[in-house]
């Protein structure tokens, strides 16, 4: 079993920086994948940002050149740094961890922490 912990969250103006954490404790695997996911109101859950075990980074469109993904796997904390907030990325930001355990791949969600951008 493996839990996650998000923070960072909080209320920011439009412009304004965050960095999100994600603290991984329990029975981490090496080949993992970690992702951010954000749930704006009313609205699904959606990817924003994956790192790969292979070391593939993703973005969607709607946030390259703005966050950064980064982790620091000797600690297994996830990190999102969140450059130039606009107020369309407010939500709430969830951590995923998909990771292999045996023969199955298996993924854990955190909790989520709140992101508010707004003047």
């Known amino acids: 079993q493996v839990q996650l912990v998000e923070s960072g969250g909080g209320l920011v103006q439009p412009g304004g920086s965050l960095r999100l954490s994600c603290a991984a404790s329990?029975?981490?695997?090496?080949?993992?994948?970690w992702s951010w996911y954000r749930q704006a109101p009313g609205q699904p859950r959606d990817l924003v940002a994956g790192t790969a075990y292979n070391g593939y980074i993703t973005y969607i469109d709607a946030v390259k050149g703005r966050f950064t993904i980064s982790s620091d796997n000797a600690k297994n904390i996830l990190y999102l740094q969140m450059d130039n907030l606009k107020p369309e990325d407010t939500g709430v930001y969830y951590c995923?961890?998909?990771?292999?355990?045996?023969?199955?791949?298996?993924?854990?969600w955190g909790k989520g922490t709140l992101v508010t951008v707004s003047s």
């Open positions: 995923k961890l998909y990771q292999l355990e045996g023969s199955s791949w298996v993924d854990y």
């Open positions: 329990g029975a981490v695997a090496s080949a993992n994948d």
